[in-house]
Nanobody, 123 residues
Framework: VQLQASGGGLVQAGGSLRLSCAVSGLTFGGYVMGWFRQAPGNEREFVGLIGWSGGDTIYADSVKGRFTISRDNAKQTVYLQVDSLKPEDTALYFC?????????????????WGQGTLVTVSS
């Protein structure tokens, strides 16, 4: 199983990026996809998730209204559109996959993790 995140970069405050996570080796449509981030010196933080068919999305309060998660099951890819970026959004962003929303809610052990893609927001 591989989760390959990409799309990070350096952007000015107020700018936007679109992160992608391409997935292989699992039945993509059967997995809830999530995004997390970790800033230097901080713990990993939940950003949001999207359900199997894309109908359910949940976001952390810190990103609600600025970040949007979507998925393309045909391409086995999940996206994180990040808008109105702030310097405090600077972090390594990870995608993750698990069969159940409950696992994310309960902060349980997520089945699969991707490597991170770095987002740096300058003020």
């Amino acid at each position: 199983v591989q989760l390959q995140a990409s799309g990070g970069g350096l952007v000015q405050a107020g700018g936007s990026l679109r992160l992608s996570c391409a997935v292989s080796g699992l039945t993509f449509g059967g997995y809830v996809m999530g995004w997390f981030r970790q800033a230097p010196g901080n713990e990993r933080e939940f950003v949001g998730l999207i359900g199997w068919s894309g109908g359910d999305t949940i976001y952390a309060d810190s990103v609600k209204g600025r970040f949007t998660i979507s998925r393309d099951n045909a391409k086995q890819t999940v996206y994180l559109q990040v808008d109105s970026l702030k310097p405090e959004d600077t972090a390594l962003y990870f995608c993750a996959a698990d069969r159940y929303i409950a696992t994310f809610r309960a902060r349980g052990p997520i089945e699969f993790w991707g490597q991170g893609t770095l987002v740096t927001v300058s003020s």
